[in-house]
């Protein structure tokens, strides 16, 4: 008998344990953002700013305002360590309360893709993920505004062309890209570019343990010649690569990356011999702002922001971008919140309300980020915006804005990106399109 | 007091040699499977099946294939992530070029596809051993992954060279891709461990077992009393990598629903090697122990902080877990070389005796 009652304590002991992650019961008056966020690990470095954007965002609209129309707004982050794994826990963690997903990784966003239809909660990816997740009416729960990486190439190639893709006939370009998911998301444009413009494409593969030592990318690159080299590199392959092209004296002003590849922080460790490299960025800092200067005084200067101040992060590309996407979201969520008059809008609700972001040139004067970010709008058939983006420059100091705004040849990728969507969504039938929308 | 052998008589060689010598053992089994097969579903939730439960069965898995091999052949290897994305690479193509074929035989015939890559690593062992091994192994992993990223034909010519598990229904529930439900995956996994843990049991047990362990402890005597070393050791390698090709299957298709290449890199290779180290090489029931500790109580630690109300942010939260489970680790090591199957069976010994201490 004694025995018994032992196993049966011990039993509900057992199965409290397993029990103890069910999430805390739902606040009623503030909207749960999660961020799925990465600190440590290898992407540290460039993770960590755009962390802080997104969340000293968020706390000014608390300090300031008291909220977002008198809700607070709850951010908070997961640890992945842009590890797919931690990133899909992280995601089951979060999913009970969250109004959004922010995956944050190539990787993670087509782990969670697939189960937005099922979980119905909209994912957000800003500038990153699935390029085809533009057909709104395929993906119906994916957005990544304000440009996809189809558009990122896209305009590099016009810049690089100076707006006519012909005169890259007969032309070697290089594109030096993480063996990743991510790295790879522009092939199928580019090749299907390269076909039609006779361009030489020459993908160059940095896999994920040689990010740090890349010798035989750019040895390849040394013998090949490219008249271009095109980068699609995060974390610690950025700053490989821009060191490697200083020491093999490559031209800085044939290489481009795209807006992840644009980090102060690598460009520094070569100063003024990175002078010239340009980056294509959807973002452009400008810490002169009006609300550049409400973060200074409601956020870092009032100790709320976890920035260091030393290195000068709070005028860097990364941050301001971080900042960027906060606002994206808040729009989404503002939007929702006025057209279905809630405080604290459900996931179906935001997903709406991501749909029709408005971001205009006045709205962003509104908001104090004039000239920060490229204007754009949603549709239920298009959740990327297409803003296009800026060519930012290296002055061997910080990046500077080299262009006006790029438009991508969208007739060039609407064809492929109804393709791959389609293509997807057959793969993974039964899969719902989004019949209601008729645009 | 739990372990009371008194009055447990053994009449018979049998019944000297039986799975369970001590009863409780058996009854331990037995609450251990009720806990599993009825208990967890009913009361864990989705985050508990999809980032506990189900990773630690997988993991137990692929250890189990690992120990097969370095624990009871003793041939150390470090291509098991490699040998997993076999399985996994394999179940992906079985299906998609055969969407009728039901899940449970595209998984099992993916192991062969992992048994056969595996045999033909192991060749070198015939000549070779210990660290030369793995160097040899090492060479598995370096091939497989780097064939993993350039054979588009593997993942069906995929932009972004990854797989992706569609939905699949076997006798009308959906069990894998995105649609299936956690407690369905669970139960799949479950059974398919149990299946294989029985088998493997099994198997390590008997002549085979036996002539795996001559092998390790002294090849030269081993091959003296008539065993065939270069038999021995490749059914050791077909096996273990059996074992693991399922268990790769199991973890793409089961659990991550996606995959890239990079997945199966050598970092996956080591995580199963650690399982199988301080779980304790040679035994089974390491396996498990092993996965508990190094797949699951990283997640319990990530959570304490958060129950308890404690304002640390998540990064602060995931250094101290790197570092509290590094200090847990080594304390064990340094407790019990041989892993936590041996720390288990101390503590069994000891409850045996209990109260008395010799």
């Known amino acids: 008998m004694k025995t018994l009652l032992k196993t049966v304590v011990l039993s509900s002991v057992l199965a409290l344990g397993v029990g103890i992650a069910v999430p805390a019961a739902a606040q009623d008056d503030s909207i749960y953002i999660p961020n799925l966020a990465y600190r440590t690990g290898p992407f540290a470095a460039t993770g960590t700013p755009l962390m802080n954007g997104q969340r000293d965002y968020i706390t000014l609209l608390n300090e300031r305002d008291g909220g977002l129309n008198g809700v607070k707004l709850q951010y908070d982050e997961c640890e992945t360590g842009y590890n797919t794994e931690k990133g899909v826990e992280c995601y089951e963690k979060t999913k009970a309360r969250a109004v959004v997903t922010q995956p944050w990784s190539t990787g993670i966003t087509l782990q969670v893709l697939p189960k937005s239809n099922v979980d119905k909660i909209p994912i957000l990816a800003p500038g990153y993920g699935f390029s085809p997740m533009s057909d709104g009416k395929v993906f119906q729960w994916a957005y990544n505004p304000p440009s996809s990486y189809w558009d990122g190439a896209s305009m590099i190639l016009k810049h690089i062309s100076d707006g006519n893709l012909d005169s890259l006939n007969g032309k070697k370009i290089a594109l030096l890209h993480l063996d990743h998911p991510y790295g790879k998301e522009p092939i199928p444009l580019l090749e299907a570019l390269a076909e039609k413009h006779g361009f030489t494409l020459l993908p160059i593969p940095v896999g994920l343990t040689e990010m740090q030592n890349q010798s035989a990318q750019w040895l390849q690159i040394r013998r090949e010649r490219p008249d271009f080299v095109i980068m699609w590199g995060w974390g610690a392959m950025n700053a490989g690569a821009v060191t490697e092209a200083v020491k093999t004296k490559y031209p800085m002003n044939q290489f481009l990356g795209i807006w992840w590849s644009g980090h102060d922080g690598d460009l520094k460790l070569v100063g003024d011999a990175g002078k010239g490299y340009r980056s294509i960025s959807w973002s452009v800092p400008n810490s002169e702002t009006p609300l550049m200067q409400d973060i200074k005084k409601h956020v870092v200067d009032a100790g709320k922001s976890q920035i260091s101040q030393a290195e000068g992060e709070f005028d860097s590309v990364f941050y301001q971008r971080g900042l960027m996407i906060s606002i994206i979201l808040v729009e989404g969520i503002k939007a929702a919140q006025e057209h279905f008059d809630v ?23 509104e908001l104090g980020a004039e000239g920060m970010l490229v204007p754009f709008s949603t549709s239920c058939a298009d959740h990327t915006g297409h803003g296009g983006g800026w060519m930012l420059e290296w002055d061997g100091a910080k990046f500077v804005k080299a262009s006006d705004i790029l438009m991508p040849d969208r007739a060039d990728i609407e064809p492929l990106e109804m393709e791959k969507a389609k293509e997807y969504a057959a793969a993974n039938a039964p899969w719902p399109i989004n019949e209601e929308c008729k645009m | 007091m739990f372990y009371r052998t008194a009055g447990q008589f053994k009449t018979s060689y049998q019944a000297d040699h039986a799975l369970f010598p001590v009863r409780q053992d058996a009854i331990l089994l037995a609450v251990i499977l009720v806990f599993a097969f009825a208990v967890f579903p009913l009361t864990a939730s989705e985050f508990t099946f999809r980032a506990l ?134 139960y799949f996994v479950l059974s398919v461990v149990c299946v294989m843990t029985v088998f493997a049991i099994n198997i390590t047990r008997g002549r085979i077992g036996r002539m795996w362990k001559a092998v390790r402890d002294m090849d030269i005597a081993a091959e003296l009393v008539g065993i065939n070393l270069m038999r021995t050791k490749l059914m050791a390698f077909f096996v273990s990598s059996y074992v693991v090709g399922i268990a790769g299957a199991l973890f793409v298709f089961l659990w991550r629903g996606a995959a890239e290449a990079n997945l199966f890199d050598i970092p996956l290779s080591f995580r199963v090697l650690f399982i199988a180290i301080i779980g304790g090489l040679g035994s089974v029931l390491g396996n498990f122990l092993g996965a508990i500790l190094i797949v699951a109580l990283p997640v319990i630690i990530s959570a304490v902080p958060r129950a308890l109300g404690l304002p640390l942010d998540a990064a602060t939260v995931e250094h101290l877990n790197i570092m509290i489970i590094g200090a847990l680790i080594i304390t064990f090591l340094i407790v019990e070389p041989h892993g936590l199957a041996r720390f288990w069976a101390m503590i069994r010994e000891k409850l045996i005796l209990w109260p008395f201490p010799h």
């Open chain 1, 343 to 365: 405080r604290a809008p459900n996931p179906d609700q935001l997903r709406w309300g991501l749909e029709n972001i408005k971001l205009d040139e006045a709205r962003l004067k």
């Open chain 2, 53 to 186: 439960l189900i990773p630690v069965l997988i993991y137990s898995l692929a250890a189990l294939g690992l120990n097969i091999l370095t624990g009871y052949a003793g041939q150390l290897s470090l291509g098991t992530g490699a040998f997993m994305g076999v399985g996994a690479y394999a179940c992906y193509k079985l299906i998609s070029i055969f969407p009728e074929m039901n899940i449970v035989v595209a998984i099992a015939l993916s192991g062969f596809f992992s048994a056969t890559v595996g045999v033909i690593f192991g060749l070198p062992s015939l000549r070779i051993k210990g660290f030369y091994l793995a160097i040899a192994t090492l060479a598995a992993q370096f091939f497989l992954v780097w064939l993993f990223q350039k054979w588009s034909w593997l993942y069906n010519y995929n932009a972004s060279g990854a797989i992706q598990v569609p939905n699949i229904n076997l006798f009308g529930v959906t069990v894998a891709g995105p649609r299936a439900s956690a407690i369905v995956q669970y």
